[in-house]
């Protein structure tokens, strides 16, 4: 008999004044840390944390609210696909790498 | 919905007719373009008759006709598509059409100066505050890169008469 | 290069003013998303994989000195210390705050610069032969006209939402630089049989999705008629142009579905009705802008550069540099010189604040001042006096800037791929770096000549990649990046869309893919030829055996 693995989702948009990557968290605010977020564990709870996005990108506080598939850990709650774990974590070759191609210069 | 034409809100004397509609007495009237086809009776009618044109519909055929028509209604169903500032231009440079040129659908101040430029001196706005929206957007800029039918002077014809670099 | 007069730096202010409005509506509510997104979008900001992305435009890809340093500081002051310059000659900023937007805006427009119209569907930057001005065989710089058009096209109020996104290439001489035919509209100057200079109208090209060779719709459109034809061609796009799909809205698809002929008959008709109007180009504003791009005030140079003699036999590095990354200027005793943002290692097409700095005070000192950046993401200083070479190459290479590989195997085009956008399915930057570092080898890189490797993380095409001699496309497979492999494209005046080579490839294998396509041609070719040649000659058959062999 086949049971449906419960897909876990979280609610990520971008903090509308500055950009940032953001997820929402259980206290009803709006985090950098992934680890922090809430876990929507079905469809209704994952729709109603869309709800709330939705909710507060008309606020003007956050912008393009959307869920994602989610995987658990010891951390707290990680992103499943690749393209949201760059998203949370940065770009894949540290910045300081394109910084670094420049060599000892005196500018401030 | 509240027009705004000339920097001011009026009410709108004119009415929509539909396609099916019998044609009212002499009230200001504004049918579309396949009402105007079908509908011998339009010619001779008296009365303000205005058209109301669909974005696809093309402008440079109607020439011979558009002197009838005190009003043509243009429609941007979204914001975004711009067919209609085309059909603006080529009604009031092409076919000198100068009767009212109304802007319908979805009309926002970000893009008041834009349709002005083009030829629209009627707006039906719905929403926000159109005065306060058109005195900003007709204020925003004094400098306009390209001729249009709408008076101003642009740059490269000023600088003609500057002479030099200023 | 261009100097703003007082119109065009009051219309810059008006527009930093308008935006400013904009984004304080836009914080405080008044504005909903969907309504602020194509104002944004009119101003190059996107909102992007990690924050809100700015792409500042660089007219034709040529920028002052004062310019570079300007740009340098807002990668300092309100990013995170470097830019990426893009394929269509325009800088990124990746980490930009909204409510510091207006800021930036006003930055660049002390500076005679501005993000308008990099992004929207509107007419974009308009690009130019990087060597304008400069090359050898050019016979008009391409940047008055590029210029002519950038004035006519600054909020065109008929054409400012158009079914897509709209871009225009100039070419001023016989070799195309500015790759015309992979352009909405590309305009390439030639001379008719009467001697005169004008320009063969090219319209429809495009990569992405359906890439397309551009068609040519007029031979010679005579200089003072540029703005109302085009004019005319864009105000029948806007009339035709599909928008109920956003795959099939470029022009590309409208030429593809009515055909060449009868876009020409309908630019043609609309033409008739406005030429010699309103848009005609009087002498005196052709002249007025001309003169802004007229050369710089070349000193007479000795005949032969002894020091140079001296450190090419010295240092092979010297030696490499000078055969790829100098070309020949038409003024004697004058180089272009190509400043490689490929380093070993590094993210391709990316510069830190201290390079651009830097760069910019070795154009003070050494090419009157002037920078270009090319649609192959690299900078070029192209008045350079040989006499300043040798101490221009040690400069560079203490920059990290005088790796020898323009054009080779090692300067790849690419996007930014997964790491940074959110339209892409695939990192290319780690694959890019991975190949620089698998031909790392200088002689062996020079032994492979001329090979554009050229890479997009999504089918959008950024990374140009239909028109690479080797074309990569990241894809995802169930949740895997894998790419796909193409050869034989070209961007050149013998333009060709490159051709699917076999099954993808995955991440792990594509640097010996490529290292294997490169064996290929090695072991295939004749004398002379370039590896797209011998593609050309041999066809794909050698190559697919030789890659999926072993698989």
Redesign the interface.
């Known amino acids: 008999m086949s049971t449906s693995i419960p897909k876990l989702q979280i609610l990520t948009a971008?903090r509308?004044?500055?950009?940032?990557?953001v997820y929402f968290t259980a206290a009803g605010t709006w985090t950098t840390e992934i680890g922090r977020s809430v876990v929507a564990r079905e469809e209704k709870a994952a729709s109603a944390l869309l709800a709330r996005g939705q909710r507060d990108?008309?606020?003007?506080i956050v912008?393009?609210p959307y869920l994602i598939a989610a995987v658990e850990g010891g951390a707290g709650p990680r992103a499943a696909?690749?393209?949201e774990q760059?998203?949370a974590a940065?770009?894949?070759?540290p910045?300081a790498?394109?910084?670094?191609?420049?060599?000892?210069?005196a500018?401030p | 919905m509240p027009l705004l034409k000339n920097g001011a809100l009026v009410d709108d004397p004119w009415r929509r007719l539909a396609d099916d509609d019998p044609l009212p007495g002499t009230d200001a009237v504004i049918v579309t373009l396949a009402r105007w086809r079908a509908d011998r009776a339009l010619a001779g009618r008296r009365g303000p008759l205005g058209l109301a044109l669909k974005n696809g519909d093309a402008v440079p055929p109607l020439a011979g006709e558009i002197q009838r028509f005190e009003l043509v209604a243009l429609e941007f169903p979204k914001f975004t598509d711009g067919r209609a500032y085309s059909q603006a231009r080529l009604l009031r440079e092409r076919l000198g059409f100068a009767g009212e040129l109304r802007a319908t659908g979805q009309v926002l101040p970000d893009q008041l100066l834009f349709m002005q430029r083009c030829g629209f001196d009627a707006f039906e706005i719905a929403n926000g505050a159109p005065l306060e929206a058109w005195r900003k957007a007709i204020a925003s800029f004094s400098v306009f890169y390209q001729p249009t039918g709408d008076g101003r002077e642009a740059v490269n014809s000023r600088r003609r008469v500057l002479g030099s670099r200023i | 290069m261009y100097r703003y007069d007082e119109l065009d730096r009051t219309f810059v202010a008006e527009r930093v003013a308008q935006f400013r409005d904009q984004v304080r509506r836009?914080?405080?509510?008044d504005l909903?998303?969907d309504e602020f997104r194509p104002l944004r979008l009119m101003n190059g900001l996107y909102?992007q994989?990690?924050?809100?992305m700015l792409r500042v435009a660089i007219p034709y890809g040529t920028l002052s000195s004062r310019q570079l340093h300007m740009l340098?500081q807002i990668a300092r002051r309100y990013d995170?210390?470097?830019g990426h310059f893009t394929t269509r000659q325009n800088i990124q900023f990746n980490?930009?705050?909204?409510?510091e937007a207006p800021d930036i805006l006003a930055d660049l427009a002390a500076v005679e610069m501005h993000a308008l119209q990099t992004s929207g569907n509107c007419i974009r930057n308009v690009t130019a032969d990087h060597w304008a001005g400069a090359a050898p065989d050019e016979i008009e710089d391409p940047r008055i006209w590029a210029e002519i058009i950038r004035q006519w096209s600054t909020l065109h109020p008929e054409f400012s939402f158009l079914p897509r996104k709209f871009k225009i290439a100039v070419a001023g001489a016989p070799t195309d630089r500015a790759a015309v035919k992979v352009h909405d509209i590309g305009l390439r100057m030639h001379r008719n049989e009467a001697g005169e200079a004008g320009f063969e109208v090219i319209v429809g090209g495009g990569l992405g999705r359906t890439p397309m060779i551009g068609k040519t719709i007029r031979d010679f459109l005579p200089k003072r008629h540029l703005l109302s034809y085009l004019e005319a061609i864009l105000r029948v796009y806007n009339a035709l142009g599909r928008r109920d799909n956003l795959f099939k809205s470029r022009i590309k698809i409208l030429v593809h579905e009515i055909g060449a002929a009868e876009i020409a008959r309908r630019v043609e008709e609309e033409w008739a009705e406005i030429r010699g109007g309103a848009l005609e180009l009087p002498i005196e504003t052709i002249a007025g802008i001309a003169a802004q791009f007229a050369a710089p005030a070349f000193a007479p140079q000795p005949q032969s550069v002894l020091e140079i003699d001296a450190l090419r036999f010295g240092e092979p590095g010297f030696a490499r540099w000078l055969k790829a990354n100098v070309a020949a200027h038409r003024e004697r005793g004058y180089a272009i010189v190509t400043l490689s943002l490929k380093?070993e290692?590094?993210?391709p097409g990316?510069?830190?604040?201290?390079?651009m700095?830097?760069v910019a005070d070795l154009a003070d000192a050494m090419s009157f001042g002037e920078i270009r950046v090319s649609h192959e993401q690299n900078l070029i200083l192209p008045h350079v006096p040989r006499t300043a070479l040798p101490a221009l190459w040690r400069a560079l290479a203490?920059?990290?800037l005088a790796t020898p590989n323009a054009g080779t195997i090692t300067d790849i085009i690419c996007c930014p791929g997964?790491?940074?956008c959110?339209l892409?399915n695939a990192?290319s930057?780690?694959v890019s770096?991975r190949l620089t570092r698998r031909f790392a080898d200088l002689a062996r890189v020079h032994d492979i000549g001329d090979l554009k490797i050229k890479m997009s993380g999504c089918i959008n095409a950024c990374g140009h990649h239909h028109v690479g001699h080797i074309g990569l496309l990241g894809v995802d497979k169930n949740?895997e990046?894998f790419y796909q492999i193409t050869l034989g494209g070209s961007a050149e005046s013998d333009a060709s869309l490159g051709t699917i080579l076999g099954p993808a490839v995955s991440s792990e294998a594509v640097v010996d893919a490529v290292e294997t396509l490169v064996e290929t041609y090695l072991a295939e070719r004749r004398q002379g030829e370039r590896f797209l040649d011998t593609y050309r000659r041999v066809g794909a058959a050698p190559f697919k055996e030789r890659l999926y062999a072993a698989a």
């Open positions: 971008n509308l004044a500055d950009g940032a990557v990108a008309g606020a003007a912008v393009a696909s690749l393209r760059i998203r940065g770009p894949s070759q910045v790498d394109a910084v670094a191609t420049a060599v000892g210069l500018y | 836009r914080l405080s509510g909903t998303e909102l994989l990690h924050a809100y340098a995170r210390g470097f980490w930009i705050k909204l409510q380093p290692g590094a993210p990316d510069a830190s604040a201290a390079q700095d830097a203490a920059l990290n997964l790491d940074y959110s892409a990192r930057i780690p770096q949740g990046e």
